[in-house]
């Protein structure tokens, strides 16, 4: 009865960010099947393939509830070509009655006519990476739009009758608070229904990680990145956001939650085909609330994960082949999924129960109410429910009740 989703994976970009360790190419860096010429064909024969194998796996009739087109970016592509892998994805599963289907983009990859194009297409919703709307924090992270084109990029979406999101990353080198301020106010100005606001965290072998190493930028101090958490959470919630995941923020409109459902599925545990090289899926066995909270086993096997093969040249050459393009797979245990379902869990508005805990976890969760990181009314009636300060030290919450 679990949800059931498809992401499609789109490598391209027209340059690598410094601070990106994404799966993602140039297009000068790729040739031959793996060009973006042909990656929608190549991505419509593992889409063809996906039907097959869980058909022949006697698995039941699943319909998308949503799709998400990510990357890199996908409108790289031409219109034409997302349109045409959302129509296999309609053939190989069919889509649920009200579902929703996503692409992100960068506002200088997409037009008011590409735009209709995918609402046409049956696109309904848009996620633009902004990430902020200072120029010098743009250059920091070497993204190549001009932020004066944001509003233009939202409109766009809206006049095509799309739900529109924006991206935004704080904690940048050298960004003030002014910057990040100016940021969030931007953002809201657009008459946007959701905004994701992520940390920059620099991985290792990027170049950004490079840069920081050489001592050419300097990064934030752990309490700028807390404070400009709180600005975000104190301007979007008195603009009418509403959290519902600890980096992002909705609208209610209409009664409805404008979150990101595709990404409410991870998080809940849901199942999921990832179509493009490097994607993961999840195909569950059992739904996780019967998983025991104090005594898993791997009777309680709680499905399987597995991956693709990362570079984008491999990746069509095995399909071309008429091969599976995986790359590995885990079976995962009971054990493995309970402590996922907390890992994730936690971080939602919509709380965890407690009774997904151990007995042990169970007994600390009064630490936590003490020290206002856990909602106590929330507590008391069975449900484990982050504070703001809580949900600044998420991770740190999550490794106490996991044992």
Same mark, same amino acid.
């Given at each position: 009865?679990?949800?059931?989703?498809?992401?499609?994976?789109?490598? #391209?970009?027209?340059?690598?960010?410094?601070?990106?360790?994404?799966?993602?190419y140039t297009a000068t860096e790729l040739g031959g099947g793996a060009s973006q010429v042909n990656y929608a064909d190549t991505a419509i024969k593992?889409?063809?393939?996906?039907?097959?194998?869980?058909?022949?796996?006697?698995?039941?009739?699943?319909?998308?509830?949503?799709?998400? #087109?990510?990357?890199?970016?996908?409108?790289?592509?031409?219109? &034409?070509?997302?349109?045409?892998?959302?129509?296999?994805?309609?053939?190989?599963?069919?889509?649920?009655?009200?579902?929703?289907?996503?692409?992100?983009?960068?506002?200088?990859? $997409?037009?008011?006519?590409?735009?209709q194009t995918l609402a046409d297409a049956g696109f309904t919703r848009v996620s633009f990476g902004m990430q902020s709307a200072v120029p010098q924090?743009? /250059?920091?992270? !070497?993204?190549?739009?001009?932020?004066?084109?944001?509003?233009?990029?939202?409109?766009? /979406?809206?006049?095509?009758?799309?739900?529109?999101?924006?991206?935004?990353?704080?904690?940048?080198?050298?960004?003030?608070?002014?910057?990040?301020?100016?940021?969030?106010?931007?953002?809201?100005?657009?008459?946007?229904?959701?905004?994701? &606001?992520?940390?920059?965290?620099?991985?290792?072998?990027?170049?950004?990680?490079?840069?920081?190493?050489?001592?050419?930028?300097?990064?934030?101090?752990?309490?700028?990145?807390?404070?400009?958490? !709180?600005?975000?959470? +104190?301007?979007?919630? /008195?603009?009418?956001?509403?959290?519902? !995941?600890?980096?992002?923020?909705?609208?209610?409109v209409d009664g409805d939650l404008k979150a990101c459902r595709h990404n409410l599925a991870y998080w809940r545990g849901d199942d999921w085909w990832?179509?493009?090289?490097?994607?993961?899926?999840?195909?569950?066995?059992?739904?996780?609330?019967?998983?025991?909270?104090?005594?898993?086993?791997?009777?309680?096997?709680?499905?399987?994960?597995?991956?693709?093969?990362?570079?984008?040249?491999?990746?069509?050459?095995?399909? !071309?082949?008429? +091969?599976?393009?995986? &790359?590995?797979?885990?079976?995962?245990?009971?054990?493995?999924?309970?402590?996922?379902?907390?890992?994730?869990?936690?971080?939602?508005?919509?709380?965890?129960?407690?009774?997904?805990?151990?007995?042990?976890?169970?007994?600390?969760?009064?630490?936590?109410?003490?020290?206002?990181?856990?909602?106590?009314?929330?507590?008391?009636?069975?449900?484990?429910?982050?504070?703001?300060?809580?949900?600044?030290?998420?991770?740190?919450? $999550?490794?106490?009740?996991?044992?």
């Amino acid at each position: 009865d679990r949800g059931f989703g498809v992401y499609v994976h789109v490598p #391209f970009c027209s340059v690598r960010c410094g601070y990106c360790d994404f799966n993602t190419y140039t297009a000068t860096e790729l040739g031959g099947g793996a060009s973006q010429v042909n990656y929608a064909d190549t991505a419509i024969k593992e889409i063809a393939l996906a039907r097959k194998v869980m058909g022949e796996a006697g698995l039941p009739e699943r319909t998308a509830n949503t799709v998400f #087109f990510g990357g890199g970016t996908p409108t790289m592509l031409k219109a &034409a070509d997302l349109a045409r892998m959302m129509g296999a994805i309609k053939e190989a599963w069919g889509l649920a009655e009200g579902a929703e289907v996503t692409t992100e983009a960068n506002p200088d990859s $997409v037009s008011p006519e590409y735009l209709q194009t995918l609402a046409d297409a049956g696109f309904t919703r848009v996620s633009f990476g902004m990430q902020s709307a200072v120029p010098q924090v743009l /250059a920091t992270l !070497e993204r190549t739009h001009d932020p004066r084109r944001i509003p233009d990029v939202v409109q766009w /979406a809206r006049d095509a009758g799309l739900d529109v999101s924006l991206d935004l990353i704080y904690g940048t080198p050298g960004e003030s608070m002014d910057d990040w301020r100016l940021s969030l106010e931007t953002a809201i100005a657009t008459g946007v229904d959701h905004v994701s &606001a992520y940390a920059l965290v620099v991985e290792p072998g990027t170049k950004m990680a490079t840069q920081v190493r050489r001592g050419l930028l300097t990064l934030p101090s752990e309490d700028d990145q807390a404070a400009k958490y !709180e600005l975000a959470d +104190e301007l979007l919630s /008195a603009a009418g956001f509403e959290w519902y !995941e600890v980096s992002n923020w909705a609208q209610r409109v209409d009664g409805d939650l404008k979150a990101c459902r595709h990404n409410l599925a991870y998080w809940r545990g849901d199942d999921w085909w990832g179509v493009g090289p490097g994607a993961h899926s999840y195909l569950g066995s059992a739904p996780l609330s019967v998983v025991p909270a104090d005594e898993p086993s791997d009777e309680h096997s709680a499905g399987l994960r597995w991956w693709n093969v990362k570079h984008p040249i491999r990746y069509a050459a095995m399909l !071309e082949r008429g +091969e599976s393009p995986a &790359a590995g797979r885990e079976r995962l245990t009971a054990a493995e999924a309970q402590l996922e379902r907390v890992m994730l869990g936690v971080r939602l508005a919509e709380g965890l129960p407690l009774s997904v805990l151990s007995s042990s976890a169970r007994t600390r969760v009064a630490g936590h109410m003490a020290n206002g990181l856990v909602e106590p009314k929330a507590a008391l009636a069975g449900l484990l429910k982050l504070t703001r300060r809580g949900r600044l030290l998420a991770d740190s919450v $999550v490794r106490d009740l996991t044992d």
